[in-house]
C-alpha cells in the first residue's frame, strides 16, 4: 500500500495505516505527522519525508524505515521492533524503550536513551552513527547504547552530563578519553576485543543497513561505561 501523506493530518494518516490489512506500507510526502506506527505490530512501514514526533511510540513488534531525518521522541518506550533512520533523530530518542532496536545513521539530540530498561530477554539498542547530545543514557537501567562517532575525531561524541543517573546498562562510545564531565558514579573503561565482540552483531546490523563495514567500525578505539556499584547515586533516594 502506498499513501500520499502531503494532504493528511496525522489523524487521518495513522487511520489509513490501521486500517489497511497490508502488512508493507509506503508512505510518500511525510511532513512532520506525529505517532506514525504508535502501539502496531506486524506491519513494514517505509517513511519517505520527516516524520513527527513520538515515531513508534510503544511499539510492539514492527518494522519502520525513514529515509529523511525524525523528530523528537522517536519509539518513546518501544517494546519491540526495529527503526532505521537514514538521517538523524531529534531529543529523546529511544526514551524508557524496553525492547527493540534502533538504528540512526546520523546525530541525535539531547537526551537520548534516558530511561532505557531491560527485562529477561528483552534487551533495547539503540545505535547512533555521528554524536549524541547532552544527557545520553540519563537515569538509563538496561539495555545498550553504541555511539559510533562515524568521521568524527579523538574526543567523545556526546554533549554533556553523560550517564547522569545511570544506574544499568551499558554505553560504548567510539573515542579515547571519557567525557570531561562524566560522573562519579559511572565507571568508564578502554573497551576490550571481549567487549567488542559482544556488540559486533548489532554493529554488523548497522553496517548491513547503512551501508558500512563492520570491522572497519569496530576497528577503531572504544570505551565502555557501565554505572558504578561501589559508588551508586545515594542522593536519588529518601533516607530513611
Known sequence: MIINAKTLDYQQLNEKIRNTSDRDIIIEGCIGQRYIGA?????NITIHGTPGNALAAYMNGSNISVYGNAQDATADTMNDGLICIHGSAGDATGYAMRG???LVKGDTGYRAGIHMKEYQDKVPVLMVGGKAGSFL???QAGG?????NIGGGDEAPVGYFCGTGMHGGRIFLCCKEPPK????????????E????SIRAYVEQFANAFGYD????LNRPYIVLT???ANPYKQLYTAN
Open 137 to 139: 543514557g540519563e537515569y
Open 227 to 229: 554505572p558504578n556499584s
Open 194 to 197: 571481549e567487549d567488542l565482540e
Open 39 to 43: 502501539g502496531l505490530s506486524g506491519k
Open 214 to 217: 563492520t570491522d572497519e567500525l
Open 144 to 148: 545498550l547504547i553504541v555511539v559510533l
Open 181 to 192: 564531565d562524566l560522573p562519579a558514579q559511572v565507571c568508564w573503561k578502554v573497551a576490550t
Open 100 to 102: 527493540g532496536h534502533i
